[in-house]
């Protein structure tokens, strides 16, 4: 994982600990759930509309 270790990855989140403190974690996790979430939507919805674009050409020359 780019060459990221055990203990650098320990180091990272010590230091994220102590800058944010136990009580905002919960919710910098959450955000970054629904960052990720919204991505992989708007990713999904892209290849959808995509393949949704394909069809339709690919309908207009078989008539």
């Known amino acids: 994982m780019f ?3 055990m203990p650098e990855l320990i180091v990272i989140l010590v230091i994220i600990l ?3 403190g136990a009580g905002k974690l ?4 959450a955000g970054m759930g629904k960052a990720i ?3 992989k939507t708007a990713t999904t919805d892209a ?3 995509e393949e949704e674009k394909k069809k339709l050409e690919d309908g207009d ?3």
């Open 61 to 63: 020359k078989i008539t």
């Open 18 to 20: 102590i800058i944010f």
């Open 47 to 49: 290849e959808r509309k």
């Open 3 to 5: 060459g990221i270790g």
């Open 26 to 29: 919960p919710e910098i996790g």
């Open 37 to 39: 979430k919204n991505f």
